[in-house]
């Protein structure tokens, strides 16, 4: 079956440590991005990507890398700079020629 | 940018009744709007969308109408049954469509 995995579901880290999370998706999708999800909040756009060695900052980069070496993967990195990283994080991707958005089943980051 | 409001934040409704979300949009070139359904401790999955050329669309018990001269979309659910409880996102894309702003979301619960 076709999907976006998104690994690990819990991650706890301590303050002050980079994490990595993992986006891979096998439907031939071009477009690939990261939101974060507060409680009570809508989901905000960290950073997106339309093709590979491509990306862009969203509404709420600061704190956050990514990279597109490969059309599958976009993995996000939560670096020690991103002030409060405790959240719910959900990677998309889309065919550039739909709208639609197929979504993970979200990466809960919490940070002690 | 593009700035999408949704009300109310939380709907109670009883079995079988309908519920009405209503979300709002900024940017008049916005094109394109999708209704996800997220439940608890999963990705939100799309269950209905739209484009600025239609002004209403129905799915079985779902429906969204659109306004463009008032920049506010709705969403319609009719004989709502318990397992409709989630969270529903209404969102608006960018002209170029490459980049979806969602509102805060819309909690329903569905008493039986």
């Known amino acids: 079956d076709g999907g976006i995995t998104q690994s690990p579901k819990y991650l706890f880290r301590k303050e002050g440590q980079n994490v990595t999370l993992s986006c891979e998706q096998n439907l031939n999708h071009d477009a690939m991005y990261w939101y974060r999800q507060d409680p009570g909040q809508g989901l905000r756009l960290i950073y997106y990507s339309q093709i590979v060695n491509d990306f862009q900052k969203g509404d709420i980069a600061e704190g956050y890398s990514v990279s597109r070496e490969k059309k599958e993967s976009f993995p996000l990195t939560v670096t020690s700079a991103q002030k409060n990283p405790t959240a719910f994080y959900l990677c998309a991707s889309r065919r550039v020629i739909d709208y639609g958005y197929t979504f993970g089943s979200g990466t809960r980051l919490t940070v002690v | 940018g593009e700035n999408v409001e949704q009300h109310p934040s939380t709907l109670s409704v009883q079995e079988g009744d309908s519920a009405v979300i209503k979300c709002t949009y900024s940017?008049?070139?916005?094109?394109?709007f999708p209704w996800y359904k997220q439940e608890l401790g999963k990705g939100p999955q799309l269950i209905i969308d739209i484009r600025s050329n239609v002004g209403e669309k129905k799915d079985q018990r779902i429906a969204v109408t659109l306004n463009k001269t008032a920049k506010h979309f709705s969403l319609h659910i009719t004989e709502t049954q318990p397992e409709d409880s989630a969270v529903y996102f209404c969102a608006a894309s960018n002209a170029a469509g490459n980049k979806l702003t969602f509102g805060g979301g819309t909690r329903v619960l569905v008493k039986p």
């Open positions: 940017d008049s070139a916005s094109n394109y």
